[in-house]
């Protein structure tokens, strides 16, 4: 297995001595959507052995959620040294995860995009 579910001795084991990036999907078991995309989650977390992936059941374990609503699924959480890097709905295609997680690999390191250079500029900006 290389995702992991909470309150697991496996899963206290990863995190003991490590601090990886985690890769948290929370879903739902009746979801037919969450069902497809956990066999999806689980070949990623192959490819990305560096990550911590933890699938969430939410209605087993609503505590890991806090006060957030999960509006739709599946529903992505990513951590880096404690700091929550993104939090929301992503489409169910495995390749948007991979995506994110390769943006988010290196901390400070940005996206590669065909975004003009100077975005910033042209977005303060004002027209007439």
């Known amino acids: 297995m290389t ?3 909470p309150e697991t001795s496996a899963l206290a084991e990863r995190l003991r001595d490590s601090d990886p990036m ?3 999907c ?3 078991a009746w979801c037919d959507t969450c069902k497809e ?3 999806r989650f689980e070949g990623l977390s192959a490819a990305h052995p560096e990550a911590c992936f933890i699938w969430v059941d939410i209605e087993d374990f609503p505590e890991l959620l806090g006060e957030e609503d999960v509006e739709n699924f599946p529903t992505i959480a990513m951590i880096t040294q404690e700091l929550v ?3 929301g709905t992503v489409l169910p295609h495995i390749e948007h995860l991979d995506r ?3 943006a988010m690999r290196e901390p400070g390191k940005s996206q590669q995009t065909a975004l003009p250079d100077n975005l910033l500029t042209l977005l303060k900006g004002v027209r007439s």
């Open 100 to 102: 994110l997680i390769l």
């Open 85 to 87: 890097r993104f939090m």
């Open 26 to 28: 929370f879903c739902a």
């Open 22 to 24: 985690l890769v948290i």
């Open 3 to 5: 995702y992991y579910f």
């Open 37 to 39: 995309y956990q066999t």
